[in-house]
DNA sequence: AAGTGGTCTAGACCACAGG
DNA sequence: CTGTGGTCTAGACCACTTC
Protein backbone atom coordinates (compact mmCIF):
# COMPACT_ATOMS: atom_id res chain seq x y z
CA UNK A 1 0.00 0.00 0.00
CA UNK A 2 2.05 2.89 1.71
CA UNK A 3 3.54 5.22 -1.48
CA UNK A 4 6.44 6.70 -1.41
CA UNK A 5 8.31 8.75 1.29
CA UNK A 6 8.36 11.29 -0.81
CA UNK A 7 5.07 11.54 -1.95
CA UNK A 8 3.74 10.77 1.70
CA UNK A 9 5.75 14.33 2.69
CA UNK A 10 3.96 16.17 -0.60
CA UNK A 11 0.68 14.73 0.57
CA UNK A 12 0.82 16.09 4.09
CA UNK A 13 2.39 19.33 3.31
CA UNK A 14 0.02 20.35 0.24
CA UNK A 15 -2.86 19.27 2.49
CA UNK A 16 -1.53 21.66 5.12
CA UNK A 17 -1.00 24.57 2.62
CA UNK A 18 -5.00 23.96 1.50
CA UNK A 19 -6.20 24.42 4.31
CA UNK A 20 -4.44 26.82 5.38
CA UNK A 21 -2.48 25.49 8.35
CA UNK A 22 0.36 27.23 6.85
CA UNK A 23 -0.01 30.65 5.65
CA UNK A 24 0.50 32.08 2.53
CA UNK A 25 3.38 34.24 1.88
CA UNK A 26 5.11 32.67 4.99
CA UNK A 27 8.34 30.23 4.49
CA UNK A 28 8.07 26.38 5.17
CA UNK A 29 10.85 25.13 7.43
CA UNK A 30 13.95 24.89 5.87
CA UNK A 31 15.26 21.50 4.07
CA UNK A 32 16.94 20.17 6.78
CA UNK A 33 14.46 21.07 9.29
CA UNK A 34 11.88 19.50 7.33
CA UNK A 35 14.24 16.63 7.01
CA UNK A 36 14.17 16.25 10.82
CA UNK A 37 10.65 16.36 11.10
CA UNK A 38 10.02 13.72 8.78
CA UNK A 39 13.06 11.49 9.42
CA UNK A 40 13.86 11.76 5.77
CA UNK A 41 16.91 12.80 4.13
CA UNK A 42 17.93 15.98 2.31
CA UNK A 43 16.82 14.51 -1.15
CA UNK A 44 14.01 12.70 -0.21
CA UNK A 45 12.48 16.28 1.15
CA UNK A 46 13.77 17.78 -1.59
CA UNK A 47 12.07 15.59 -3.93
CA UNK A 48 8.40 16.39 -1.81
CA UNK A 49 8.95 20.22 -2.21
CA UNK A 50 9.90 20.33 -6.52
CA UNK A 51 6.52 18.36 -6.53
CA UNK A 52 4.96 21.31 -3.96
CA UNK A 53 6.67 23.34 -6.50
CA UNK A 54 5.47 22.07 -10.09
CA UNK A 55 1.84 22.38 -9.12
CA UNK A 56 2.32 25.66 -7.69
CA UNK A 57 2.32 25.63 -4.01
CA UNK A 58 5.15 26.69 -3.42
CA UNK A 59 8.17 28.96 -4.79
CA UNK A 60 11.90 28.25 -3.66
CA UNK A 61 14.14 31.04 -3.57
CA UNK A 62 18.24 29.96 -3.26
CA UNK A 63 19.60 30.88 -0.30
CA UNK A 64 16.27 32.50 1.42
CA UNK A 65 13.58 29.81 1.56
CA UNK A 66 10.35 28.27 0.33
CA UNK A 67 7.68 30.52 -0.17
CA UNK A 68 4.07 29.26 0.08
CA UNK A 69 2.04 30.32 -2.61
CA UNK A 70 -1.66 31.61 -2.68
CA UNK A 71 -3.38 28.38 -3.55
CA UNK A 72 -6.83 29.42 -2.37
CA UNK A 73 -8.33 30.74 -5.99
CA UNK A 74 -6.47 27.77 -8.14
CA UNK A 75 -10.08 25.45 -9.43
CA UNK A 76 -9.13 22.20 -8.73
CA UNK A 77 -7.37 20.84 -10.31
CA UNK A 78 -5.33 23.06 -12.20
CA UNK A 79 -4.62 21.26 -15.45
CA UNK A 80 -3.26 17.57 -15.81
CA UNK A 81 -5.18 14.26 -16.84
CA UNK A 82 -8.51 14.12 -14.80
CA UNK A 83 -11.54 12.43 -15.42
CA UNK A 84 -14.93 14.04 -15.67
CA UNK A 85 -15.73 12.08 -12.64
CA UNK A 86 -13.02 13.32 -10.21
CA UNK A 87 -13.57 17.03 -11.50
CA UNK A 88 -17.39 16.80 -10.62
CA UNK A 89 -16.92 15.40 -7.28
CA UNK A 90 -14.93 18.35 -6.71
CA UNK A 91 -17.67 20.36 -7.61
CA UNK A 92 -20.73 22.05 -5.64
CA UNK A 93 -22.80 21.66 -8.96
CA UNK A 94 -24.92 18.51 -9.62
CA UNK A 95 -23.30 16.93 -12.52
CA UNK A 96 -25.05 14.13 -14.67
CA UNK A 97 -24.08 12.14 -17.42
CA UNK A 98 -26.56 10.19 -20.12
CA UNK A 99 -25.00 7.80 -22.51
CA UNK A 100 -26.32 8.37 -25.98
CA UNK A 101 -24.14 6.25 -28.04
CA UNK A 102 -22.51 2.91 -27.04
CA UNK A 103 -21.13 0.74 -30.48
CA UNK A 104 -18.30 -1.56 -31.56
CA UNK A 105 -17.20 0.52 -34.93
CA UNK A 106 -14.77 -0.79 -37.76
CA UNK A 107 -13.10 2.50 -37.44
CA UNK A 108 -12.96 4.83 -40.85
CA UNK A 109 -9.65 5.58 -42.52
CA UNK A 110 -9.44 9.33 -40.79
CA UNK A 111 -9.52 6.91 -37.09
CA UNK A 112 -7.16 4.61 -38.02
CA UNK A 113 -4.20 7.30 -39.13
CA UNK A 114 -4.95 9.57 -35.90
CA UNK A 115 -5.03 6.22 -33.67
CA UNK A 116 -2.69 4.16 -35.73
CA UNK A 117 -5.03 0.92 -35.88
CA UNK A 118 -4.37 -2.17 -37.83
CA UNK A 119 -7.22 -3.20 -40.10
CA UNK A 120 -8.80 -6.01 -37.86
CA UNK A 121 -8.72 -3.62 -34.85
CA UNK A 122 -12.74 -2.53 -33.59
CA UNK A 123 -13.03 0.26 -31.57
CA UNK A 124 -15.61 1.13 -28.68
CA UNK A 125 -17.41 4.36 -29.36
CA UNK A 126 -19.39 5.71 -26.60
CA UNK A 127 -21.31 9.52 -26.65
CA UNK A 128 -22.11 11.13 -23.68
CA UNK A 129 -23.73 14.52 -22.66
CA UNK A 130 -22.91 16.06 -19.53
CA UNK A 131 -25.21 18.32 -17.52
CA UNK A 132 -25.12 20.92 -14.93
CA UNK A 133 -28.38 21.94 -13.18
CA UNK A 134 -30.44 20.86 -16.37
CA UNK A 135 -28.36 22.13 -19.17
CA UNK A 136 -26.19 19.92 -20.99
CA UNK A 137 -23.01 21.71 -21.64
CA UNK A 138 -19.96 19.15 -22.54
CA UNK A 139 -20.54 16.59 -25.21
CA UNK A 140 -17.83 13.39 -24.86
CA UNK A 141 -17.20 11.39 -27.66
CA UNK A 142 -14.78 8.61 -27.31
CA UNK A 143 -12.73 6.04 -28.86
CA UNK A 144 -11.14 2.96 -27.24
CA UNK A 145 -9.35 0.19 -28.65
CA UNK A 146 -11.30 -3.04 -28.39
CA UNK A 147 -7.99 -5.26 -27.78
CA UNK A 148 -7.24 -3.42 -24.22
CA UNK A 149 -10.70 -2.47 -23.22
CA UNK A 150 -12.78 -6.02 -24.16
CA UNK A 151 -16.17 -5.09 -22.40
CA UNK A 152 -18.24 -1.69 -22.14
CA UNK A 153 -22.14 -1.11 -20.87
CA UNK A 154 -23.59 2.03 -20.65
CA UNK A 155 -23.69 1.63 -17.21
CA UNK A 156 -19.67 2.29 -16.39
CA UNK A 157 -19.83 4.66 -19.23
CA UNK A 158 -22.84 6.70 -17.09
CA UNK A 159 -20.63 6.21 -14.28
CA UNK A 160 -16.93 6.93 -14.85
CA UNK A 161 -15.22 5.17 -17.61
CA UNK A 162 -11.64 5.81 -15.74
CA UNK A 163 -12.53 4.18 -12.83
CA UNK A 164 -13.48 0.96 -14.70
CA UNK A 165 -10.24 0.76 -16.87
CA UNK A 166 -8.04 1.62 -13.63
CA UNK A 167 -9.58 -0.17 -10.76
CA UNK A 168 -11.56 -3.01 -12.61
CA UNK A 169 -9.35 -4.09 -15.48
CA UNK A 170 -6.10 -2.53 -13.76
CA UNK A 171 -4.97 -0.51 -16.23
CA UNK A 172 -2.55 2.17 -15.72
CA UNK A 173 -3.01 5.26 -17.25
CA UNK A 174 0.48 7.61 -18.28
CA UNK A 175 -0.26 10.41 -20.37
CA UNK A 176 -2.31 11.74 -22.83
CA UNK A 177 -1.38 15.01 -25.92
CA UNK A 178 -4.24 17.36 -26.00
CA UNK A 179 -5.15 19.66 -28.27
CA UNK A 180 -7.90 22.40 -27.29
CA UNK A 181 -9.50 24.61 -30.29
CA UNK A 182 -12.77 26.33 -30.76
CA UNK A 183 -15.61 25.35 -33.51
CA UNK A 184 -19.22 26.04 -34.80
CA UNK A 185 -21.18 24.03 -33.32
CA UNK A 186 -22.38 21.33 -35.68
CA UNK A 187 -25.73 19.72 -35.79
CA UNK A 188 -24.43 16.97 -33.49
CA UNK A 189 -23.84 19.29 -30.79
CA UNK A 190 -27.46 21.24 -30.93
CA UNK A 191 -28.90 18.22 -30.72
CA UNK A 192 -27.18 16.73 -27.73
CA UNK A 193 -26.32 20.24 -26.28
CA UNK A 194 -28.06 22.75 -24.74
CA UNK A 195 -27.28 25.65 -26.66
CA UNK A 196 -28.28 29.04 -26.28
CA UNK A 197 -27.73 31.83 -28.73
CA UNK A 198 -24.15 31.14 -28.88
CA UNK A 199 -23.10 28.65 -31.72
CA UNK A 200 -19.27 27.85 -31.06
CA UNK A 201 -18.24 24.55 -29.22
CA UNK A 202 -14.44 24.47 -27.63
CA UNK A 203 -13.11 21.19 -28.84
CA UNK A 204 -11.01 19.22 -26.79
CA UNK A 205 -9.23 16.56 -28.86
CA UNK A 206 -7.11 13.91 -26.27
CA UNK A 207 -4.76 11.15 -27.44
CA UNK A 208 -4.75 8.89 -24.29
CA UNK A 209 -2.10 6.42 -23.75
CA UNK A 210 -1.53 3.96 -20.97
CA UNK A 211 2.06 3.45 -18.35
CA UNK A 212 3.13 1.10 -21.47
CA UNK A 213 3.08 3.85 -23.41
CA UNK A 214 0.38 2.34 -25.46
CA UNK A 215 -2.46 4.53 -27.07
CA UNK A 216 -5.40 3.00 -26.15
CA UNK A 217 -8.17 6.54 -26.48
CA UNK A 218 -9.11 8.99 -28.39
CA UNK A 219 -11.73 11.64 -27.36
CA UNK A 220 -13.04 14.44 -28.83
CA UNK A 221 -14.87 16.82 -25.52
CA UNK A 222 -16.65 19.29 -26.90
CA UNK A 223 -17.66 22.13 -24.58
CA UNK A 224 -20.22 24.91 -24.72
CA UNK A 225 -18.31 27.85 -25.15
CA UNK A 226 -19.72 30.09 -22.62
CA UNK A 227 -19.08 27.09 -19.90
CA UNK A 228 -15.69 26.77 -21.10
CA UNK A 229 -12.71 27.41 -18.55
CA UNK A 230 -9.66 26.05 -18.35
CA UNK A 231 -7.10 27.25 -15.48
CA UNK A 232 -3.26 26.80 -15.63
CA UNK A 233 0.29 27.04 -13.76
CA UNK A 234 2.83 27.43 -15.76
CA UNK A 235 6.77 27.77 -14.83
CA UNK A 236 9.45 29.42 -17.05
CA UNK A 237 12.15 27.06 -18.23
CA UNK A 238 11.67 23.66 -18.89
CA UNK A 239 11.80 22.28 -15.49
CA UNK B 1 27.96 29.88 -17.02
CA UNK B 2 27.55 26.66 -17.67
CA UNK B 3 23.83 25.08 -16.31
CA UNK B 4 24.28 22.45 -14.09
CA UNK B 5 24.76 18.78 -15.52
CA UNK B 6 22.06 17.14 -15.57
CA UNK B 7 20.05 20.18 -17.64
CA UNK B 8 23.33 19.59 -20.09
CA UNK B 9 22.46 15.42 -20.46
CA UNK B 10 18.86 16.77 -20.50
CA UNK B 11 19.28 19.17 -23.45
CA UNK B 12 21.83 17.05 -25.14
CA UNK B 13 19.08 14.10 -25.03
CA UNK B 14 16.28 16.06 -25.91
CA UNK B 15 18.22 17.35 -28.81
CA UNK B 16 18.93 14.08 -30.38
CA UNK B 17 15.47 12.98 -29.75
CA UNK B 18 14.20 15.76 -31.79
CA UNK B 19 16.61 15.12 -34.76
CA UNK B 20 15.16 11.93 -34.66
CA UNK B 21 18.81 10.61 -33.79
CA UNK B 22 17.32 8.58 -31.18
CA UNK B 23 13.81 6.67 -32.80
CA UNK B 24 10.59 7.03 -31.38
CA UNK B 25 9.68 3.81 -30.07
CA UNK B 26 12.74 2.46 -29.19
CA UNK B 27 14.56 1.87 -26.06
CA UNK B 28 17.00 4.50 -24.33
CA UNK B 29 20.14 3.61 -22.91
CA UNK B 30 19.59 2.34 -19.18
CA UNK B 31 20.40 4.45 -16.37
CA UNK B 32 23.36 2.42 -15.85
CA UNK B 33 24.58 3.14 -19.28
CA UNK B 34 23.82 6.83 -19.34
CA UNK B 35 25.53 7.29 -16.58
CA UNK B 36 28.61 6.00 -17.83
CA UNK B 37 28.39 7.69 -21.20
CA UNK B 38 27.91 11.15 -19.55
CA UNK B 39 30.17 10.11 -16.29
CA UNK B 40 27.70 10.92 -14.03
CA UNK B 41 26.03 9.35 -11.34
CA UNK B 42 22.68 7.35 -11.91
CA UNK B 43 20.88 9.85 -9.30
CA UNK B 44 22.20 12.92 -11.78
CA UNK B 45 21.07 11.00 -14.90
CA UNK B 46 17.51 10.02 -13.23
CA UNK B 47 17.06 13.82 -13.08
CA UNK B 48 17.52 14.63 -16.86
CA UNK B 49 15.36 11.83 -17.23
CA UNK B 50 12.58 13.23 -15.23
CA UNK B 51 12.72 16.57 -17.46
CA UNK B 52 12.42 14.23 -20.48
CA UNK B 53 9.08 12.12 -19.29
CA UNK B 54 8.07 15.75 -17.75
CA UNK B 55 7.88 17.03 -21.12
CA UNK B 56 7.19 14.37 -23.01
CA UNK B 57 9.89 12.77 -24.63
CA UNK B 58 9.69 9.64 -23.06
CA UNK B 59 8.09 7.05 -20.71
CA UNK B 60 9.75 5.75 -18.07
CA UNK B 61 8.71 1.98 -17.11
CA UNK B 62 9.97 -0.18 -14.56
CA UNK B 63 11.84 -3.15 -15.04
CA UNK B 64 12.42 -2.55 -18.50
CA UNK B 65 13.43 0.88 -19.72
CA UNK B 66 12.64 4.70 -21.12
CA UNK B 67 10.90 4.31 -24.19
CA UNK B 68 11.26 7.49 -26.86
CA UNK B 69 7.75 9.12 -27.57
CA UNK B 70 6.84 10.49 -30.68
CA UNK B 71 7.69 13.81 -30.52
CA UNK B 72 7.70 15.19 -34.14
CA UNK B 73 3.85 16.42 -33.75
CA UNK B 74 4.17 18.20 -31.22
CA UNK B 75 3.51 22.25 -31.96
CA UNK B 76 6.53 23.73 -30.05
CA UNK B 77 6.35 24.67 -26.85
CA UNK B 78 3.78 22.04 -25.39
CA UNK B 79 2.83 24.70 -22.67
CA UNK B 80 4.41 26.44 -19.98
CA UNK B 81 5.33 30.40 -20.05
CA UNK B 82 6.96 31.44 -23.58
CA UNK B 83 6.56 35.10 -24.66
CA UNK B 84 5.39 35.75 -28.13
CA UNK B 85 8.63 36.11 -29.23
CA UNK B 86 9.94 33.36 -28.54
CA UNK B 87 7.22 31.85 -30.00
CA UNK B 88 7.01 33.46 -33.10
CA UNK B 89 10.91 32.87 -33.60
CA UNK B 90 9.97 28.74 -34.18
CA UNK B 91 7.91 29.70 -36.71
CA UNK B 92 7.75 30.04 -40.53
CA UNK B 93 5.03 32.18 -40.78
CA UNK B 94 5.89 36.19 -41.18
CA UNK B 95 4.61 37.68 -37.38
CA UNK B 96 4.81 41.60 -36.77
CA UNK B 97 3.90 43.28 -33.45
CA UNK B 98 2.06 46.79 -33.69
CA UNK B 99 2.49 49.44 -30.25
CA UNK B 100 -0.37 50.74 -30.07
CA UNK B 101 -0.72 52.30 -27.03
CA UNK B 102 1.90 52.98 -24.39
CA UNK B 103 0.82 54.61 -20.95
CA UNK B 104 1.55 55.10 -17.59
CA UNK B 105 -1.68 54.66 -15.44
CA UNK B 106 -3.12 55.00 -11.88
CA UNK B 107 -5.07 51.54 -12.15
CA UNK B 108 -8.66 51.40 -11.55
CA UNK B 109 -10.39 49.63 -8.35
CA UNK B 110 -10.75 46.22 -10.73
CA UNK B 111 -6.87 45.97 -11.47
CA UNK B 112 -5.43 47.00 -8.10
CA UNK B 113 -7.66 44.16 -6.39
CA UNK B 114 -6.43 41.74 -9.24
CA UNK B 115 -2.81 42.71 -9.00
CA UNK B 116 -2.89 43.73 -5.04
CA UNK B 117 -1.73 47.33 -5.95
CA UNK B 118 -0.64 49.60 -3.00
CA UNK B 119 -2.65 53.01 -3.35
CA UNK B 120 0.34 55.09 -4.89
CA UNK B 121 1.68 52.29 -7.57
CA UNK B 122 1.69 53.35 -10.94
CA UNK B 123 1.70 50.87 -13.67
CA UNK B 124 2.62 50.63 -17.51
CA UNK B 125 -0.36 49.85 -19.63
CA UNK B 126 0.51 48.23 -22.87
CA UNK B 127 -1.63 47.23 -26.18
CA UNK B 128 -0.40 45.38 -29.04
CA UNK B 129 -1.97 43.54 -31.87
CA UNK B 130 -0.03 40.65 -33.19
CA UNK B 131 -0.59 39.83 -37.09
CA UNK B 132 0.33 36.85 -39.15
CA UNK B 133 0.57 37.50 -42.87
CA UNK B 134 -1.06 40.92 -43.02
CA UNK B 135 -4.11 39.78 -40.55
CA UNK B 136 -4.41 40.76 -36.48
CA UNK B 137 -5.35 37.61 -34.78
CA UNK B 138 -4.12 38.69 -31.42
CA UNK B 139 -4.94 41.38 -29.39
CA UNK B 140 -2.17 42.15 -26.30
CA UNK B 141 -3.08 44.02 -23.15
CA UNK B 142 -0.14 43.77 -20.50
CA UNK B 143 -0.34 46.38 -17.16
CA UNK B 144 3.41 46.09 -15.31
CA UNK B 145 3.80 47.47 -12.16
CA UNK B 146 6.17 50.55 -12.55
CA UNK B 147 8.47 50.32 -9.62
CA UNK B 148 9.64 47.08 -11.34
CA UNK B 149 9.45 48.25 -14.67
CA UNK B 150 10.43 51.54 -14.34
CA UNK B 151 11.17 52.67 -18.12
CA UNK B 152 9.43 51.49 -21.56
CA UNK B 153 9.20 52.45 -24.89
CA UNK B 154 7.37 51.67 -28.05
CA UNK B 155 10.62 50.08 -29.30
CA UNK B 156 10.84 47.68 -26.51
CA UNK B 157 7.26 46.87 -26.80
CA UNK B 158 7.66 46.01 -30.45
CA UNK B 159 10.58 43.90 -30.02
CA UNK B 160 9.79 41.81 -27.40
CA UNK B 161 8.91 42.96 -23.72
CA UNK B 162 10.43 39.60 -21.88
CA UNK B 163 13.65 39.94 -23.21
CA UNK B 164 13.83 43.71 -21.99
CA UNK B 165 12.72 42.36 -18.88
CA UNK B 166 15.23 39.30 -18.37
CA UNK B 167 18.19 40.23 -20.26
CA UNK B 168 18.12 44.42 -19.76
CA UNK B 169 16.65 44.69 -16.31
CA UNK B 170 17.95 41.40 -15.17
CA UNK B 171 15.05 40.29 -13.55
CA UNK B 172 14.17 36.65 -13.46
CA UNK B 173 10.63 35.18 -14.28
CA UNK B 174 9.16 32.62 -12.29
CA UNK B 175 5.86 31.50 -12.99
CA UNK B 176 2.20 32.58 -14.02
CA UNK B 177 -1.23 31.88 -12.94
CA UNK B 178 -3.34 31.76 -16.12
CA UNK B 179 -7.02 31.48 -17.49
CA UNK B 180 -8.51 30.54 -20.54
CA UNK B 181 -12.14 31.44 -21.66
CA UNK B 182 -14.14 32.29 -25.12
CA UNK B 183 -16.16 35.44 -25.08
CA UNK B 184 -17.11 38.11 -27.23
CA UNK B 185 -15.67 40.29 -29.54
CA UNK B 186 -15.44 43.89 -27.73
CA UNK B 187 -15.36 46.78 -29.52
CA UNK B 188 -11.62 46.67 -28.68
CA UNK B 189 -10.90 44.00 -30.30
CA UNK B 190 -12.99 45.09 -33.75
CA UNK B 191 -11.23 48.15 -33.39
CA UNK B 192 -7.83 46.13 -33.40
CA UNK B 193 -7.89 42.32 -34.73
CA UNK B 194 -8.98 41.70 -38.10
CA UNK B 195 -12.18 40.38 -37.72
CA UNK B 196 -13.82 37.92 -39.97
CA UNK B 197 -17.65 36.64 -39.96
CA UNK B 198 -16.50 35.13 -36.20
CA UNK B 199 -17.30 37.27 -33.27
CA UNK B 200 -15.77 35.12 -30.64
CA UNK B 201 -12.33 35.45 -29.01
CA UNK B 202 -10.55 33.12 -26.46
CA UNK B 203 -8.93 35.06 -23.93
CA UNK B 204 -5.76 34.36 -21.65
CA UNK B 205 -5.67 36.13 -18.38
CA UNK B 206 -2.06 35.57 -16.97
CA UNK B 207 -1.13 36.94 -13.70
CA UNK B 208 3.09 36.95 -14.12
CA UNK B 209 5.20 36.88 -10.94
CA UNK B 210 9.14 36.57 -10.67
CA UNK B 211 11.35 34.48 -9.49
CA UNK B 212 11.31 36.04 -6.40
CA UNK B 213 7.70 35.47 -6.11
CA UNK B 214 6.04 38.82 -6.53
CA UNK B 215 3.57 39.47 -9.41
CA UNK B 216 4.97 41.94 -11.42
CA UNK B 217 2.16 41.51 -14.41
CA UNK B 218 -1.48 41.22 -15.58
CA UNK B 219 -1.91 40.21 -19.17
CA UNK B 220 -4.96 39.90 -21.25
CA UNK B 221 -4.04 38.14 -24.33
CA UNK B 222 -6.99 37.92 -27.08
CA UNK B 223 -6.98 35.50 -29.89
CA UNK B 224 -8.84 35.64 -32.67
CA UNK B 225 -11.24 32.30 -32.07
CA UNK B 226 -10.49 30.72 -35.14
CA UNK B 227 -6.58 31.35 -35.24
CA UNK B 228 -6.23 29.71 -31.59
CA UNK B 229 -4.80 26.57 -31.14
CA UNK B 230 -3.34 25.33 -27.74
CA UNK B 231 -1.47 22.10 -27.61
CA UNK B 232 -0.56 20.06 -23.98
CA UNK B 233 0.87 17.27 -22.77
CA UNK B 234 -0.43 15.99 -19.68
CA UNK B 235 0.39 13.23 -16.91
CA UNK B 236 -1.69 11.40 -14.77
CA UNK B 237 -1.69 12.02 -11.23
CA UNK B 238 0.22 14.99 -9.61
CA UNK B 239 3.99 14.31 -10.40
C1' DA C 1 18.11 -15.27 -11.75
C1' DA C 2 19.54 -11.12 -13.93
C1' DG C 3 18.63 -6.66 -15.26
C1' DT C 4 15.70 -2.74 -15.23
C1' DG C 5 13.82 1.48 -13.01
C1' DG C 6 12.10 3.47 -8.03
C1' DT C 7 13.47 5.06 -3.64
C1' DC C 8 16.30 6.47 0.13
C1' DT C 9 20.48 7.74 2.40
C1' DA C 10 24.68 10.45 4.28
C1' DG C 11 27.88 13.33 2.98
C1' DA C 12 30.13 16.74 0.24
C1' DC C 13 30.68 21.06 -2.13
C1' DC C 14 28.73 25.23 -4.51
C1' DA C 15 25.83 29.64 -5.13
C1' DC C 16 23.18 32.95 -3.15
C1' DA C 17 20.79 35.96 0.62
C1' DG C 18 21.16 38.48 4.69
C1' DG C 19 23.15 40.35 8.71
C1' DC D 1 30.19 35.13 8.17
C1' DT D 2 26.11 31.93 8.66
C1' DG D 3 22.38 29.66 6.84
C1' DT D 4 19.70 28.85 2.95
C1' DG D 5 18.68 26.12 -1.27
C1' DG D 6 21.20 23.74 -5.71
C1' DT D 7 23.88 19.97 -7.25
C1' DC D 8 26.38 15.73 -7.30
C1' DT D 9 27.96 11.38 -5.58
C1' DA D 10 28.35 6.24 -4.25
C1' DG D 11 26.04 2.86 -2.34
C1' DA D 12 22.15 0.32 -0.73
C1' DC D 13 17.73 -1.94 -1.05
C1' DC D 14 13.15 -2.64 -3.28
C1' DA D 15 9.64 -3.60 -7.17
C1' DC D 16 8.99 -5.02 -11.55
C1' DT D 17 9.91 -7.32 -16.22
C1' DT D 18 12.01 -10.75 -18.69
C1' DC D 19 14.12 -14.96 -19.49
Known sequence: ?????????????????????????????????????????????????????????????????????????????????????????????????????????????????????????????VIRSRSVNGEAVILDRDYLIQSIVPMLTADICERSLYDYIENDLGLKIGFAKKEITVERATDEDNRYLTMHEDSHVVVVRSLVYLESAELFQYTESRHRADKFRFVDFARRGHQ
Do not use: C
Open 1 to 125: MGKSKFVSIYNDLSEKIHKQRIESGSLLPTENELSAQYRASRETIRKALAMLSRNGYIQKIQGKGSIVLDVSRQTFPISGLTSFRELASHSKDHWKTEVHQLVLLKPDNHLKMLMNLQNDQTVWN
